[in-house]
C-alpha cells in the first residue's frame, strides 16, 4: 500500500508533464547531466561486440519474468490466464524488453531494475498481436508458426486476453519497479507506456492504417504512411528505449537522443516488414505471407519500390545509430540492434 500511495503523490508532482508524442519528441526532466557527446562519421559497433551472445544472456531471464508475471491464482481464471500465457511465451525475438534493458544499462542501470517494465512492454506488444490477428482486423491464422490467440480460445477470449494484458502490464510496472527506483519515475514510465497505446500511439496509428486500406496508388502519400508507422510501430520501441533510459538515470537530453534513436529504428522496422511481407515465405516469417498485398495496404515497397524501400531502411538505421554512437561501447548492444533490425529474416 504504501508504494501505490508514494506513486499517487508522484504522480501528483508531474501532472501536466508529458510522455514521448511521435511528432514533438517531448523528453522527460531526469536527475542526472546528460554525457559528454562527441559525433562521429561513422556509427559502427565495437568489432568485439557479439549481438547474438547478448541475446541469449537477455533471452532466459526476459522468459521467466514473462513466464512468472500471468499466473492464476484461482480455478475462474484458469481459461483467461491460459489465453493471456499461450500468446506471451509464443517466442518471438523479445526485442522490445532487450532494448529496455539495453538502455538503462548504457546509463549504468541494471537488468533488475528494467525487467518489470520490459515484462510491460511485451505483454503490450502480445496485446497488439491477439487483436491485430483478429478476423476483423488482418484476420490471420497464424503467428510465430503457431495458431493465433482466436483459433484456439475463440475471438471472444482472444479480446478480453488481449485487454488484460494490456491492464496488467501497468499494474506490473507499479508493483514490481524496485523501491531503490523513485516513484516519480514510475509514474513517468507508467505514462508513457499508456500514451504509445493510445489515440496518439498504436491505436491510433491503427485507426488510420486500417483507413488507408483499399485507397490504391496515389491515394495515400509517402507523409500518411510515415504518421501511420510513426504511431503504429515505433511508439511502443520508442518508450521501449526511453523507459529503460530512464530507470538507467539518463538526462532530459539524454532521454531526447533515446528517443529520437528509436523512431528510426521503429520506422525501418516497419519498412523491414513490409519488404519481408513479399521477399520472405510463410514458413520464414511464422506468419501468413503477401496479407499486405491481399488487404491492399499501402507499403514503402508499394510506395518506393523494392530498392527504394531498402534504401529508405539503411538511410534510418544509420540515422538512428548517430544519435548515440557517442555512447561509446555502451550503446554497441543498441547499435547492434539496429543493423539486426534491417538484416533479419523474420
Not at 518489470?116 to 490471420?140: F, K, Q, R
Not at 507523409?223 to 521501449?240: G, M, N, P, Q, R
Amino acid at each position: 500500500m504504501v508504494r501505490f500511495v508514494s506513486l499517487a503523490l508522484a504522480s501528483l508532482a508531474i501532472a501536466g508533464s508529458s510522455a514521448f508524442t511521435p511528432s514533438s519528441l517531448i523528453p522527460q526532466k531526469q536527475q542526472k547531466q546528460p554525457v559528454a557527446f562527441t559525433r562521429v562519421n561513422q556509427a559502427a559497433t565495437s568489432t568485439e561486440f557479439n549481438l547474438d551472445e547478448y541475446l541469449m544472456s537477455k533471452k532466459g531471464p526476459i522468459e521467466s519474468a514473462l513466464d512468472a508475471s500471468v499466473v492464476s491464482q484461482i480455478s475462474q481464471t484458469d481459461k483467461i490466464c491460459e489465453s493471456m500465457s499461450y500468446s506471451l511465451m509464443a517466442g518471438g525475438k523479445r526485442i522490445r524488453p532487450v532494448l529496455c534493458i539495453a538502455a538503462c544499462e548504457m546509463f549504468g542501470g541494471n537488468q533488475e531494475d528494467a525487467m518489470p517494465t520490459a515484462v510491460a512492454l511485451e505483454m503490450i506488444h502480445t496485446m497488439s498481436l491477439i487483436h491485430d490477428d483478429l478476423p476483423a482486423m488482418d484476420d490471420d491464422d497464424l503467428r510465430r508458426g503457431k495458431p493465433t490467440n482466436h483459433v484456439l480460445y475463440g475471438e471472444d477470449v482472444a479480446i478480453l486476453a488481449g485487454d488484460a494484458l494490456l491492464s496488467t502490464s501497468f499494474e506490473h510496472v507499479a508493483r514490481h519497479t524496485p523501491n531503490s527506483i523513485a516513484p516519480e519515475k514510475i509514474v513517468d514510465i507508467i505514462v508513457r507506456l499508456g500514451k504509445c497505446v493510445g489515440a496518439e500511439g498504436l491505436a491510433g496509428g491503427q485507426v488510420m492504417d486500417l483507413e488507408c486500406e483499399g485507397r490504391g496508388v496515389g491515394n495515400v502519400s509517402l507523409e500518411d504512411l510515415t504518421w501511420i508507422h510513426t504511431h503504429k510501430t515505433a511508439a511502443l520501441l520508442v518508450a521501449s528505449v526511453a523507459c529503460g533510459a530512464i530507470l538507467g538515470g539518463a538526462s532530459e537530453e539524454d532521454v531526447e537522443r533515446c528517443e529520437k534513436f528509436a523512431l528510426n529504428i521503429g520506422l525501418a522496422f516497419q519498412v523491414a516488414d513490409d519488404i519481408l511481407d513479399i521477399t520472405a515465405s510463410s514458413e520464414d516469417l511464422g506468419k501468413t505471407a503477401g496479407k499486405d498485398l491481399e488487404a491492399d495496404k499501402t507499403t514503402y515497397p508499394k510506395l518506393m519500390g523494392l530498392d527504394g524501400a531498402k534504401e529508405e531502411a539503411r538511410r534510418l538505421v544509420q540515422e538512428a545509430k548517430e544519435a548515440i554512437v557517442g555512447y561509446g561501447e555502451k550503446a554497441d548492444p543498441l547499435l547492434a540492434i539496429a543493423d539486426y533490425i534491417i538484416e533479419r529474416k523474420n
